[in-house]
């Protein structure tokens, strides 16, 4: 665990660049042709997806294929629009998926502290069931989950929707990694001055766990946005379908499935393209934060 | 509360008696007596830190996890989601059922294929591709990062309609490239024999950043000065996978493996949209048949019994995969 801070000054640089000898500077381009045509697989169908959305009907069934749109269309969108209400489901799922991310960064961030860096009776045993609930497969409570939202008159509430994803365990499990990287030096020391537990929590632990923050948001958020199996049946009434559930619904709605495959390309990279951005635009706070993650 | 703070007392009698816990503070008198009343503190502050998430554990997963317990000895049904506890008590009926009920064990079958297949080629892949990323191409390391991990933050629901388009076998993007070379591109969805391998594929491309991330983590959680050491005494590039990189990533295999596999058990998305479980129950999993049986045929007490089967039989896979893989470290 020490041992970073003892290396000697050359070793510092751990990810950065090392000083390479001939036989290892000769493997770099077959990494690089290899992992070029990796990636060329894996963005194969999300450019597909993207091309597809554009083409008119009769370029997404000429054969032979048509690569790129001759003339980029709109029509497969304005298709959608007509098909679905995608305002108010994108708004379902951005209003459900805030409102789980404020509370898992609230609720598992406290947890996460308290098995971190308090002490307290019962405190393995509390730990064992975040272990526990890591485990448990979502599916086991999909049916009297169900039971317990009708009686309780969720069905159809974003209440219903988030509820049951409030604190997550993982959640839970990475704040818990991160707080421990705090240093109890700079806790006590705060306690020493007088200050109140939450205070401590709150003012002293949370600031410096930021990055860990910002995981936990992208993890969080993404993980509502995508969810499927939950809304779909804690929804009957399309007025409270998310993204998902719509587009699930519409793709295998018999009456409609027979509509255009580049109205369902339209509307995937309605759904993908939001979260592509984000990804893309967050990913330095995300690969820092799971960095620090795997190195505890 | 009383007898909780009454414990905590004795609680931090323990460490301010032993000499141990006194000598690396290298505190005095007076800081172990201010000591002392924190621990009720944090005693009180723990459990209050802690109360949100018992509570909505103890709500929506412990309790569930009873209930369908309950259920699935009795015959639940449609009537029962307003009046619960008339359902009848039958037993292990559904259970016995279960087994001799031909298209559960074909959903079995299928699900133990889908893991099998697409677990070792999920890690296998994703192991390849971090160590690769991990090999000193610093400049491109966070695009090709990027590329890999994509597919993982993207909507299932979308990738499976995605991905039906492009397994279409005429207008997809398969049959496209078949035809380019002059071949006809099989109907893959279409076909019992072809339809889970797709499936698999899909999965292992939409996962296998989630394992890379992990493996790089973890490769890069490897003192460099433990590689140097090995490339000092002549160990090629293969002799320091073996050697080297995937003993001491062990840790992280085993992990990546059992949450891999747990959501391999779980596999429902990809069939709901692009099969249906078709062709012929070719891709019914136990997930899709659980949702079918409970909610929309309304069979709450059966479909609760196959939740518990899939429970059952996921958490002995995942005792095991420790035990084995605990075990080879060794």
Redesign the interface.
């Known amino acids: 665990m020490s041992?970073p801070t003892q290396?000697p000054a050359g070793?510092r640089t751990?990810?950065?660049?090392?000083p390479?000898?001939p036989k290892?500077r000769a493997?770099?381009p077959l990494?690089?042709v290899?992992?070029s045509v990796?990636?060329l697989?894996?963005?194969?169908?999300?450019l597909?997806?993207g091309l597809?959305a554009f083409k008119t009907g009769s370029e997404?069934?000429a054969?032979?294929?048509v690569?790129i749109p001759t003339e980029w269309t709109l029509s497969n969108f304005r298709q959608l629009l007509d098909d679905l209400d995608l305002p108010l489901y994108f708004m379902n799922s951005v209003i459900v998926a805030v409102l789980v991310t404020v509370s898992n960064l609230?609720?598992?961030s406290?947890?996460g502290?308290?098995l971190a860096k308090?002490?307290?009776?019962?405190?393995n045993k509390?730990f064992a069931?975040?272990l526990g609930?890591l485990?448990?497969?979502?599916?086991?409570?999909?049916?009297?989950?169900?039971?317990?939202m009708?009686?309780l008159q969720l069905i159809d509430s974003y209440a219903g929707l988030v509820?049951?994803f409030?604190?997550g365990?993982f959640g839970?499990f990475l704040m818990r990694q991160f707080m421990q990287s705090i240093p109890d030096e700079l806790l006590e020391a705060a306690?020493?001055d007088g200050a109140g537990?939450?205070y401590i929590?709150w003012r002293i632990a949370m600031p410096l766990v930021k990055p860990a923050l910002a995981t936990l948001s992208i993890f969080t958020f993404?993980g509502s946005?995508?969810n499927?199996?939950w809304p779909l049946?804690a929804t009957n009434n399309p007025d409270k379908y998310t993204?998902?559930?719509a587009?699930?619904t519409f793709?295998?709605d018999p009456n409609k499935a027979g509509g255009s495959?580049g109205v369902?390309?339209a509307?995937?990279f309605l759904?993908?393209l939001p979260?592509?951005v984000v990804?893309?635009a967050m990913?330095?706070h995300f690969?820092q934060g799971?960095?620090t993650?795997?190195?505890k | 509360m009383s007898t909780t703070t009454g414990r905590a007392a004795e609680a931090a009698e323990v460490p301010a008696g032993s000499p141990a816990a006194g000598a690396p503070a290298g505190a005095g008198g007076d800081r172990r007596s201010r000591r002392r009343p924190r621990l009720g503190v944090q005693n009180a502050a723990g459990w209050l830190f802690s109360t949100p998430f018992l509570a909505l554990f103890t709500v929506f997963m412990a309790f569930p996890i009873v209930a369908t317990l309950l259920m699935s000895f009795t015959d639940f049904g449609l009537r029962n989601v307003t009046n619960p506890l008339d359902a009848e008590f039958i037993g292990l009926e559904n259970y016995t059922k279960l087994f001799g009920d031909e298209r559960f064990l074909k959903s079995l079958f299928n699900t133990a294929y889908f893991v099998v297949v697409g677990v070792p080629l999920t890690i296998g892949i994703g192991l390849v591709v971090a160590v690769l990323l991990n090999n000193g191409i610093d400049r491109a390391r966070t695009f090709f990062r990027v590329g890999f991990y994509a597919p993982v933050v993207t909507s299932i629901v979308a990738i499976a309609v995605v991905w039906r388009f492009v397994l279409d076998p005429s207008d997809g993007l398969i049959a496209g490239l078949a035809s380019e070379v002059g071949l006809t591109s099989p109907d893959f969805l279409g076909s019992e024999l072809l339809a889970m391998p797709s499936m698999i594929v899909m999965a292992v491309w939409r996962n296998l950043g989630t394992v890379m991330v992990l493996f790089i983590a973890g490769l890069q959680a490897i003192p460099t000065e433990t590689r140097e050491a090995a490339r000092l005494d002549g160990a090629g590039p293969w002799q320091e996978f073996r050697r080297i990189t995937v003993p001491l990533l062990r840790p992280t295999i085993l992990y990546a493996t059992v949450i891999t596999t747990i959501g391999y058990l779980n596999v429902f998305e990809e069939p709901f949209v692009m099969t249906q479980g078709g062709p012929s129950d070719a891709t019914l999993t136990v997930s899709l048949n659980m949702y079918r049986e409970g909610f929309n045929f309304f069979h709450m007490g059966y479909a609760s019994a196959m939740a518990y089967v899939l429970f059952v039989v996921i958490m002995a896979i995942t005792v095991l995969q420790l035990r084995l893989l605990k075990d080879n470290t060794e």
């Open positions: 041992a290396a070793h751990q990810a950065g660049p090392q390479r000898r290892r493997r770099r990494t690089y290899l992992l990796g990636l697989v894996m963005s194969a169908p999300f597909w997806m597809s997404l069934t054969s032979p294929p690569w609230v609720f598992c406290m947890l502290y308290a308090l002490k307290f009776v019962g405190q509390v069931i975040v609930a485990m448990v497969p979502g599916n086991l409570m999909l049916l009297p989950l169900f039971v317990l009708s009686r509820l049951p409030a604190a365990a839970v306690r020493m537990e939450w929590f993404l946005w995508n499927f199996v049946i993204l998902p559930v587009l699930a793709a295998t495959n369902l390309m509307g995937s759904i993908v979260v592509l990804f893309i990913q330095r690969t799971i960095a993650a795997g190195m």
